[in-house]
């Protein structure tokens, strides 16, 4: 699901209109909230038209008040303070008015799609997508919309084309300055000539092998035919024609705060073990996102990544992408509120939104494997950079899933394969702690060594000089006149990830690059 925020103006009766109906909207999902957390087998159809009757005087409608609920019934397990536990501290202590603590308790109002009303029962576009409005018990209120170009106009006014063929549904929701839309991407498909929304939604179930909902259809079921040809349908502007998916190979990603690891790999033999994998690419990309970016330049940053690893993985026919997760709540090592800050909210949620809707459009599958000891296995094996190395062992686990869901995570011992010069290990065979990886049970075994060696060369050396055991990042100094002379001399092909001046780079690893390995179908 894509959603999309669009800042709105009305006129001040409007504005009054939708405060009240946000106002007994708030109040159906305080009070459904209450009666759900006394009792959790409270019927929602029933309590429904229970506080509906009791809001009534709002102005909303009994489908509002249905979202209302379901909204309730969807949030945490958790104590929750409408309006925010600071807000309400403030509210005791009498530094905010009771007027102000209102406005602060106001939820945004939603509105869950319907297809055979248009879309949407309550909110209708404008055919260029510069306006929206809003009609409730025959009472409505007009919303002005700004005109946006770029992606995003071009979706506002091909969901406004496609809505009155009662295709496509769209969930609205709307606060005090923005209107939302919440949409299914696939939507936005590009159709066969001939072929219907619903024929195609009726064949990817089909795959699927998912049964559908409701009475199936009969073999006389003719799909109503809209007034919009499949010729001259608007398609989402990141769709991307479906390419032949190589069998056994994948592209691993490994996300960091500043760097990204991107790596495809290929395995014919047997996916638990590291001998049968091939590296047939790889690149790391360098975010930069300065401290004070705004949400916008972030978002464009982030989805330019994604963008750049959907391209990766269509350009050697990998038709999985492998992310790593169950990482949690991360702390760094030492005290540094920054660096705790930076690791835990850079916008992983943001890439891995974007990401998923990019390859979703794009036909290829996302799946997402645990990440423990991914970075020590991949730099101990791989001879790339930090980041692209755990990605080459997150893509390999991506494959060994996808053969057997019951799979072990780890791969199979192969003491062989570690490489056998690293600084980190030239240090320790100096001060005779290097481990016989030889005589070790397995990787996690390994990865406990290799620990204690690396504080060991840390408490001698006095953290003077600290080893690490992981692989260096590309140093390259960014500028437009810099960047190749030197990417060309640490064997890197480097390139801007987005416009000229944009923040973000992408490192090439030329030596792994192999052209007669792409696949021919």
Known sequence: MQTISIPYQTSTEGRTVLTAWRRGYGAIVRSACQALRRDAGTALKELTTTLYDRHRTSGIDHWLAHCAVLEA?????????????????????????????????????????????????????????????????????????????????????????LAPDKEISIQFRIDSHRLHLTFDEMDLRR???????????????????????????????????????????????????????????????DLNPNFIGLTVIENRGDPTKLSDCKVLDSECIRLDIPQDASDDLTREILSRAAGHAVRLARKWNAGLITLEHGLGKLRSRT???????????????????????????????????????????????????????????????????????????????????????????????????????????????CHGQIKMAQTAISRIRRGKDRVGYRRPLPAVMVGRSQVRPAGMRAGLAVRPLGRFKAPGTVFRNLAVTETSTRYAG
């Open 73 to 161: 019934a969807a949030l945490p397990e958790k104590d929750i303070v409408f309006g925010g536990k600071a807000a309400l501290q403030r509210r005791q202590k009498g530094l905010i008015s009771n007027e102000e603590w209102k406005a602060l308790r106001l939820r945004p109002m939603t509105s869950i799609g319907v297809r055979n009303f248009n879309g949407n029962r309550h909110f209708r576009l404008s055919d260029g997508g510069r306006a929206c409005t809003v009609t409730v018990l025959k009472k409505p209120v007009v919303l002005h919309l700004p005109e946006i170009q770029g992606t995003w106009g071009k979706i506002i006014r091909a969901l406004a084309l």
């Open 191 to 253: 159709l066969q000539p001939g072929e219907t929304l619903t024929l195609a939604r009726d064949r990817d179930q089909a795959a699927s092998g998912r049964r559908a909902r409701g009475r199936g259809r009969g073999p006389g079921y003719v799909a109503p035919r809209p007034r919009i040809s499949a010729e001259a349908r608007p398609v989402h502007p990141q769709w991307r024609t479906p390419v032949q998916a190589a069998p056994g190979r994948a592209l691993g990603i």
């Open 335 to 445: 005290k540094n509120r920054a660096l705790n800050r930076l690791i835990n909210f850079w916008g992983r949620s943001v890439i891995l939104a974007s990401l998923t809707r990019r390859a979703r459009l794009a036909g290829l599958t996302v799946s997402t494997v645990h990440a423990a000891w991914s970075s020590t296995i991949g730099n101990l094996v791989f001879d790339l950079p930090d980041p692209c190395a755990a990605a080459a062992e997150v893509a390999r686990r991506g494959l060994a899933r996808a053969s057997d869901r019951n799979a072990d995570i780890l791969p199979l011992y192969e003491p062989s394969l570690i490489a056998p010069h690293d600084q980190w290990k030239d240090c320790a065979r100096e001060m005779e702690i290097l481990p016989d990886f030889g005589r070790l049970r397995g990787w996690a075994d």
